[in-house]
């Protein structure tokens, strides 16, 4: 009876409080990007950290470093993470409208007005972005922006409290 318990309880657990991992994709200048959306929002949705960075050797451990990360903690609920890898061949300003269009194509898809949202780079793509949200009414909140994304400082961008 013991066993039965611990198995439903182990069952219950990682079914109501784990992650939902998805790849999705978007259209920017008529070409398709994929990117991997993670699901913490059971309950409802406080906030977002959206990770964009090119496809290089520098950035290929980004998106595992942060699941490994994700997977040591705890009490991370209603938050969604979206990770974003843009192939080579893109110049800063084409990433930069890449990035907008993504930002508008899941704001509309989340509706996450006055939101909280968290941008993390491996370069700074937020121009274009911040310009159009300075043009409109929206009423998007971004938090943080961090620059600089790394495989190794991946894990310090996944939470609120920590830069």
């Known amino acids: 009876m ?3 318990l611990l198995l ?3 069952f219950y657990s990682s079914f109501c409080f784990s992650q939902n991992e998805t790849t999705q994709t978007f259209k920017s200048n008529n070409e398709t990007f994929n990117y991997k959306e993670l699901d913490y929002s059971k309950y409802g949705v406080v906030q977002f950290f959206v990770y964009f960075y090119e496809n290089n050797e520098q950035n290929t451990n980004i ?5 490994s990360c994700l997977n040591k903690e705890y009490n991370i609920y209603h938050t969604f993470y979206y990770f ?5 061949g893109h110049t800063e300003l084409e990433k930069e409208i890449i990035f907008a269009d993504f930002m508008k ?4 898809k989340r509706n996450f007005d006055s ?7 491996d370069i ?3 121009r274009k972005y911040l310009e159009d949200l300075q ?3 929206s009423k998007n909140k971004i938090k943080r922006i961090v620059i600089e994304l790394t495989p190794k400082t991946v894990c310090r961008t996944l939470h609120i409290d920590r830069n």
């Open 135 to 137: 043009n409109s009414n």
């Open 115 to 121: 939101d909280n949202i968290y941008i993390n780079f």
């Open 8 to 10: 439903f309880a182990l």
């Open 105 to 108: 194509q899941i704001t509309m």
């Open 124 to 126: 700074n793509y937020s």
């Open 63 to 67: 998106y595992k470093n942060a699941i």
């Open 84 to 88: 974003v890898e843009i192939p080579k």
């Open 2 to 4: 013991k066993k039965n």
